[in-house]
């Protein structure tokens, strides 16, 4: 086999290898794109800035990740706590432990893997009619994914599930929260006020007829 022959086959092969095996995301097709784009301008106003995040973590499969603050215990250098001064009600100084807020990073196990983008609004739809209005980012997460009690929407098709047994759960069934997401998503239509008709004009008035004249009486007659 000639070299350059050789080389050229390698390069195909090459390029025929899953994107994820160099680190490279595979992106959406022009078609997928579109969807995405719809679930999450659907979703925008129910989960907030991390929409996309969302809607993407759970099409690739990937875990999910929030941001919490924790009160935790300040600890010098040799790792011991970090003493400061307090005055009590009464006057009195006390030593207590110096605590700072801090950034923890929660991790989601996503145990269902890569869905389809008809999943993705099913999951979708279930959480926002059973959350309340206004729920945080991390409220909704453990909606989906309830490790601990196992009632999580995604936390139970993972299980195995099907979808109208786990909208069943909660009372509800699938074609009812479909239907009611595209009702509240289709664009108000409001019909243009038909114009008025104009007004028929009048009928003039006939005109009277003339009298007719009477008859001359012919000579000679009634004699």
Do not use: C
């Amino acid at each position: 086999m000639n070299a350059p022959y050789y080389k050229y086959i390698v390069l195909l092969s090459v390029l025929a290898l899953p994107f994820h095996i160099f680190g490279i995301e595979t992106p959406y097709s022009p078609g997928e794109e579109k969807v995405s784009d719809k679930i999450v301008a659907e979703y925008a106003e129910f989960i907030g800035e991390k929409a996309e995040t969302l809607v993407e973590s759970l099409r690739i499969g990937e875990n999910l990740d929030y941001v919490i603050q924790v009160e935790q215990v300040v600890l010098d250098d040799q790792g011991n706590p970090v003493l400061e001064e307090v005055t009590n009600e009464d006057g009195s100084v006390s030593l207590v432990e110096k605590t700072e807020l801090v950034d923890v990073t929660v991790i989601i196990e996503n145990t269902v893997g890569p869905m389809g983008f008809g999943n993705i609004k099913l999951a979708l739809g279930l959480a926002k009619a059973t959350l309340p209005e206004g729920s945080s980012y991390p409220e909704i997460l453990t909606a989906l994914f309830d490790h601990e009690s196992g009632q999580g929407i995604l936390s139970m098709r993972a299980s195995g599930m099907g979808w109208g047994d786990i909208y069943r759960t909660y009372d509800l069934k699938v074609g009812h929260i479909m239907r009611s997401e595209k009702a509240h998503n289709r664009p108000e239509h409001i019909r243009p006020e038909k114009p008025e008709k104009p007004a028929k004009p009048e009928k003039p008035e006939k005109p009277m007829r003339p009298e007719k004249p009477e008859k001359p009486v012919r000579p000679g007659k009634n004699k």
